[in-house]
């Protein structure tokens, strides 16, 4: 190949290399933007699943985290695999809906009724146990203009598809602090009991979990590609390093105390 050929060529196939095809029509505009501190609008009216109106605010109570989840019942695939993934890591938890934190499903169609959320939510909740889901896991139907408000608050993209009536969307878990701000996003449709804890005790703010969940959270970081918390080996042998220490010490302070127990009765036989 000739220098000038080169100098032609190389530059188109770099061009070719790097181009994206555009997406299809469909799927324009579906996606999910991780925004995170955003704050839910918590005068946001929807009706539960049992035709009561409330506010959004109304399930935040200032104490618990909650996981957001926006999918229909109707959808042909997603949203079951979505929701039988997260009802398969609420069963190996040690923790359940309504008592450390709270689960909001959100329907994102709106000719949905308050008999549909309430069948979808049986079929769901019989796969748990419990007297706290009833309240902890609520099912929200509402009108065109709340979904959307909500959905693009959370950068949850979707877009009904009148041909085939379905909406395209993505799946993702959006875990909010108990005051409504987003602060983390699984967006996958299996997920891990202890990423789905983890991501919950940093939403709780140091209001749920326990000392030493704070500390293993502490050794873990969110991975935005594997949209998982993986370890951190440094942070980890640290704190390997922490708890020897606390042993010994704790050894050598019980082996002082035990020291001067017998000292002490040693002086007593012989004083006597």
């Known amino acids: 190949m000739t220098p000038i050929l ?9 061009f070719q290399g790097t181009r994206k095809e555009a997406p299809p029509k469909d799927l324009i505009g579906v996606r999910i933007d991780q925004r995170l501190g955003a704050q839910v609008p918590l005068d946001l009216k929807f009706k539960d699943s049992r035709g009561k109106e409330l506010a959004l605010g109304d399930l935040f109570d200032g104490e618990k985290p909650v996981v957001l989840t926006l999918n229909y019942s109707s959808c042909p695939q997603l949203c079951s695999l979505q929701l039988n993934g997260l009802v398969e890591a609420l069963q190996e938890m040690d923790w359940a809906p309504g008592k450390e934190f709270r689960v909001l499903t959100v329907s994102i169609d709106p000719r949905e009724t308050p008999e549909v959320a309430a069948s979808t939510k049986r079929a769901y909740l019989e796969q748990l146990e419990g007297d706290s889901l009833e309240e902890g896991w609520r099912f929200l139907v509402g009108d065109e203009s709340s979904i959307r408000r909500l959905a693009s608050t959370v950068g949850f993209g979707y877009r009904f598809i ?38 919950l005790v940093e939403s709780g703010k140091g209001k749920v979990g326990s000392f030493l969940d704070q500390i293993f959270l502490s050794c873990f970081r969110y991975d935005s590609a594997s949209g998982s918390y993986v370890p951190v080996a440094w942070k980890i042998m640290r704190l390997g390093g922490v708890l020897i220490l606390l042993l010994v010490g704790g050894g050598l302070v019980g082996f002082w105390r035990l020291e001067r127990r017998r000292a002490a009765r040693r002086l007593e036989q012989g004083s006597c």
């Open 6 to 14: 080169a100098t032609l060529v190389l530059p188109l196939a770099l």
């Open 162 to 199: 009148p041909e085939r009536n379905e909406f395209a969307h993505k799946a993702a878990l959006i875990f909010l602090d108990p005051h409504g701000k987003v602060t983390r996003y699984l967006a996958n449709v299996v997920y891990k009991p202890t990423d789905l804890k983890f991501a």
